[in-house]
């Protein structure tokens, strides 16, 4: 069957779905006369909801408005989590085998449309082509390890010596669940939400950031396509101010999982503060500190990992994923050398158009430019790249690589997040120093250490006040692992029985030897 068969043509997911390339989703661009509109899905249907209000989302590569994202009201949102809610009970009962299967089916089906997602992907957030399938690839696998994740979990049993009691850890489905993804990796990080999600026998409502929707839009139908029950998960759009807002504090909804600024974070926390039950799990910013040791630059065979693993945790995506490492400190007896080969690697290998997108939206430049101009008024060295233009209309969002030094510690470009293609490089002289200069954050997300020394490897990661750190490698992961941050950089963890904590509730059931 075709797979648009089942759309109709004046749906705007019959088009989407015949553009299953970049050059055909281009052409699509081009061609159209008005920008097509998404539309809610919810109760296993594509919906135009009642809001008059819609948000223009915008191609970052060209600046042209290509798509409307309805800004749901809180109406709208109400119908979204009944919906769930009436589809708890039958759906919390589910066998394991039966959920694995169906979340089996999603990723075969992402699968089988890789390259429609990646496209789309592509031209939503501005990222590259390449970047997007890698990102589509980690969805699929989100779907995958958790279907059969929940095929083989265990529980504790303990006894009681006294009277030979036996006791045991009984977890159901905690209830009706917001999901809500940032911009910068739509698509992997709904699917990182709404994967365990539905394993653990919970329904949602999921929201994708405004900037970024087409492909949370085009997910809905794999949905259908899998035979998802009705109502187990709802896909809805719009800001975080009206659409967000309603979402997270509905008395129907047993938990949030975040992803997104900390400002948000905090605005979430302090809003459902009162129902006290609430699961809450809040992944939020960073200012992640790369540390580069002498001794990772023995030979130019280390010096080139060192480089090269420093320069992609800099600068992947735009360095728009929250892991980047755009804080880089460097041992003092390499400082000179390390900088001069960092600015070859980059300048060669990080290139607009090809390696590196358009950052995501206007607003978003704007951010980044403020800081580089900053930067220049206090006197910091731009080593590479340099402060932006000042955009016109349709323009597209560029910004190529900056490199700086000489940035005061004290400085916002120093301390804030900026989220963008710009790292710094700083020196130090001791291991002590690189550990405290390091920890010197608000944040406490992630952090990259360079180094040949074994013993440095773990006495050096384990003082750093950060959720996950790599050595020698950087955004490896596997889906096991707890994924978070510390401090400012949010609460909780998910990954594996991670989220099995959030998603479940538990209780201890007691047995007595006799009765």
Same mark, same amino acid.
């Given at each position: 069957m075709d797979s648009t068969s089942e759309f109709s043509p004046e749906s705007p997911l019959w088009e989407l779905w015949n553009r299953d390339t970049?050059?055909?989703?281009?052409?699509?661009? /081009?061609? /159209?006369?008005?920008? !097509?509109?998404?539309?809610?899905?919810?109760?296993? #249907?594509h919906i135009s909801e009642s809001a008059v209000e819609y948000i223009d989302s915008v191609d970052p590569k060209t600046g042209l408005v290509f798509c409307k994202v309805p800004c749901t009201q809180p109406e709208d949102i109400d119908a979204a989590i009944h919906s769930a809610k009436a589809a708890f009970p039958a759906w919390s009962k589910t066998t394991r085998a039966?959920?694995?299967?169906?979340?089996?089916?999603?990723? +075969? =089906?992402i699968k089988k449309h890789r390259e429609l997602f990646a496209?789309?992907?592509?031209?939503? /957030?501005?990222?590259?082509? +390449?970047?997007?399938?890698?990102?589509?690839?980690?969805?699929?696998?989100?779907?995958?390890? !958790? %279907?059969?994740?929940?095929?083989?979990?265990?529980?504790?049993?303990?006894?009681?010596?006294?009277?030979?009691?036996?006791?045991?850890?009984?977890?159901?489905?905690?209830?009706?669940?917001?999901?809500?993804?940032?911009?910068?990796?739509p698509l992997y990080l709904l699917t990182w939400k709404i994967a365990p999600c539905l394993a653990f026998g919970c329904t949602a409502v999921a929201k994708p950031s405004e900037v970024t929707s087409v492909?949370?839009?085009?997910?809905?139908?794999?949905?259908?396509?899998?035979?998802i029950p009705k109502g187990v998960i709802n896909i809805v759009f719009g800001d975080g101010p009206t659409t967000g807002a309603a979402l997270v504090t509905s008395p129907l909804i047993s938990g949030v999982s975040f992803t997104g600024g900390t400002a948000t974070g905090i605005a979430i926390r302090r809003a459902t503060a009162h129902q006290i039950g609430k699961h809450l799990s809040l992944e939020l910013g960073g200012k992640n500190p790369t540390l580069v040791f002498a001794d990772a630059y023995r030979d130019s065979i280390e010096q080139e990992c060192t480089v090269r693993t420093a320069a992609m945790a800099a600068f992947q995506n735009q360095g728009e994923i929250c892991l980047c490492g755009s804080r880089i400190y460097v041992e003092n007896t390499i400082y000179d050398q390390f900088v001069c080969d960092f600015i070859a690697h980059v300048n060669e290998t990080f290139v607009i158009g090809?390696?590196?997108? #358009?950052?995501?939206?206007?607003?978003?430049?704007?951010?980044?430019?403020?800081?580089?101009?900053?930067? +220049?008024?206090?006197?910091?060295? &731009?080593?590479?790249?340099?402060?932006?233009?000042?955009?016109?209309?349709?323009?597209?969002?560029?910004?190529?690589?900056?490199? =700086?030094?000489?940035?005061?510690?004290?400085?916002?470009?120093?301390?804030?997040?900026?989220?963008?293609?710009?790292?710094?490089?700083?020196? &130090?002289?001791?291991?002590?120093?690189?550990?405290? =200069?390091?920890?010197?954050?608000?944040?406490?997300?992630?952090?990259?250490?360079?180094?040949?020394?074994?013993?440095?490897?773990?006495?050096? %990661?384990?003082?750093?006040?950060?959720?996950?750190?790599?050595?020698?490698?950087?955004?490896?992961?596997? =889906?096991?692992?707890?994924?978070?941050?510390?401090?400012?950089?949010?609460?909780?963890?998910?990954?594996?029985?991670?989220?099995?904590?959030?998603?479940?509730?538990?209780?201890?059931?007691?047995?007595?030897?006799?009765?």
């Open positions: 970049l050059d055909k989703a281009k052409a699509l661009l /081009q061609s /159209q006369n008005t920008p !097509f509109r998404l539309e809610n899905f919810v109760n296993g #249907a039966e959920r694995s299967a169906l979340l089996r089916r999603v990723a +075969e =089906l496209a789309w992907e592509s031209i939503d /957030q501005g990222k590259t082509l +390449e970047r997007a399938r890698v990102e589509v690839d980690r969805a699929i696998a989100n779907f995958l390890y !958790f %279907s059969t994740f929940i095929l083989h979990q265990k529980t504790a049993a303990r006894m009681i010596d006294e009277d030979a009691a036996l006791t045991y850890e009984h977890r159901s489905p905690a209830g009706v669940f917001a999901l809500i993804s940032p911009w910068n990796m492909t949370a839009f085009l997910l809905s139908s794999i949905f259908n396509k899998a035979g090809r390696t590196v997108g #358009a950052v995501a939206s206007r607003a978003h430049y704007d951010k980044i430019r403020g800081y580089l101009r900053l930067a +220049e008024q206090q006197g910091a060295v &731009f080593k590479l790249g340099g402060v932006p233009k000042e955009l016109g209309a349709r323009e597209g969002y560029w910004i190529a690589p900056v490199v =700086l030094t000489d940035v005061l510690p004290s400085s916002r470009v120093m301390k804030d997040e900026i989220f963008g293609p710009v790292v710094t490089i700083s020196r &130090f002289y001791s291991e002590g120093e690189a550990i405290r =200069l390091a920890n010197d954050s608000e944040y406490g997300l992630a952090a990259v250490v360079l180094t040949s020394d074994g013993a440095r490897m773990r006495s050096v %990661s384990e003082q750093l006040e950060a959720g996950m750190v790599w050595v020698n490698s950087w955004l490896q992961r596997e =889906l096991g692992t707890p994924f978070g941050g510390m401090k400012a950089s949010g609460t909780g963890r998910e990954g594996g029985e991670y989220s099995r904590d959030v998603f479940t509730v538990v209780r201890t059931v007691h047995l007595p030897a006799y009765w």
